[in-house]
T-cell receptor
Framework: AQSVTQLGSHVSVSEGALVLLRCNYS??????LFWYVQYPNQGLQLLLK??????LVKGINGFEAEFKKSETSFHLTKPSAHMSDAAEYFC????????????FGQGTTLQVKP | EPEVTQTPSHQVTQMGQEVILRCVPI?????FYWYRQILGQKVEFLVS????????KSEIFDDQFSVERPDGSNFTLKIRSTKLEDSAMYFC?????????????FGNGTRLTVT
């Protein structure tokens, strides 16, 4: 069965600093991995996804993530944090079945300090 | 850009009452989902729906829950007799072809409070 673990429920960075949000997954089959962002009072918005091919994937708003099979990780990074990046971030893995469902991590709240 | 819309944004109900949460998925999408997030916990899968039938459901989705696509545009989640532990944010999502081909698009959620 698939599962996702996000290390750190809260991460705080200064504006302009590197953002690193950690995600480790467990999957019995080659995983499809996703990062979603949730701004206050809004739904989940797709940031980026990894399916196959290039292991470094770029998403919206300057975020990127690297799939590392040997480490079973899919960490999310952004070189320079902006105040507008403050939100909750969810890592997810696609279930191995054919229903298309996602299995989410517990989420990481990113705080950006001025 | 098309989006998934959910109504109401907040629903308060008394324990034992029935509630219906409504969703309008993106019009050309074929796969529909309900997820929920209890405060402080993970986003949990409830049910997936395709071709007018449930394709998968979780252990959470017991006999108190049902889904329906009554008119080709709406997708509803009904909780027959609400319990305190049903209090959560409920998210509807839709997908054109499943996550392998296209991502899930989520609505803004309905916050259900059971008192």
């Amino acid at each position: 069965a698939q599962s996702v673990t996000q290390l750190g429920s809260h991460v705080s960075v200064s504006e302009g600093a590197l953002v690193l949000l950690r995600c480790n997954y467990s999957s019995s089959v080659p995983p499809y991995l996703f990062w979603y962002v949730q701004y206050p009072n809004q739904g989940l918005q797709l940031l980026l996804k990894y399916t196959t091919g290039a292991t470094l994937v770029k998403g919206i708003n300057g975020f990127e993530a690297e799939f590392k099979k040997s480490e079973t990780s899919f960490h999310l990074t952004k070189p320079s944090a902006h105040m507008s990046d403050a939100a909750e971030y969810f890592c997810a893995v696609s279930d191995a079945g054919n229903t298309g469902k996602l299995i989410f991590g517990q989420g990481t709240t990113l705080q950006v300090k001025p | 850009e098309p989006e998934v819309t959910q109504t109401p944004s907040h629903q308060v109900t008394q324990m034992g009452q029935e509630v219906i949460l409504r969703c309008v998925p993106i019009s050309n999408h074929l796969y529909f989902y309900w997820y929920r997030q209890i405060l402080g916990q993970k986003v949990e899968f409830l049910v997936s729906f395709y071709n007018n039938e449930i394709s998968e459901k979780s252990e959470i989705f017991d006999d108190q829950f049902s889904v329906e696509r009554p008119d080709g545009s709406n997708f509803t989640l009904k909780i027959r007799s609400t319990k305190l532990e049903d209090s959560a944010m409920y998210f509807c999502a839709s997908s054109e072809g499943g996550t392998y081909n296209s991502p899930l698009h989520f609505g803004n959620g309905t916050r259900l409070t059971v008192t």
